[in-house]
């Protein structure tokens, strides 16, 4: 089946939600991309986001689509990171 948001698998997206931190060290952070690889596993996100693998993360993330786009975000107000 096809991905949401018309997605492919190996695609690059930019995650455009605050930074995060999780315990097991991975993170999100604002303006960094990453790769599709596969349809969002959680109940929160299926049908609409993406399982996405980050640079220097562990495991890949589920990410919501509205927080994920093919261009590079602007920086956040005054160039600082939320969270």
């Known amino acids: 089946p096809p ?3 018309d997605h492919e ?3 690059q997206l930019y995650f455009t939600g605050p930074s995060q931190s ?3 060290g991975d993170k999100l952070t604002h303006g960094q991309s990453g790769e599709v690889v596969g349809p969002a596993t959680t109940a929160a ?3 609409n ?3 996405m693998q980050f640079p220097g ?3 890949a993330i589920n990410c919501s689509l509205p927080r994920l786009s ?3 975000p602007p920086p956040l107000p005054g160039d600082h990171d939320l969270g």
């Open 3 to 5: 991905l949401p948001g």
């Open 9 to 11: 698998t190996g695609e």
């Open 22 to 24: 999780f315990e097991s």
């Open 45 to 47: 996100h299926q049908g």
């Open 49 to 51: 986001g993406l399982k």
């Open 57 to 59: 993360n562990k495991v």
């Open 70 to 72: 093919r261009e590079k």
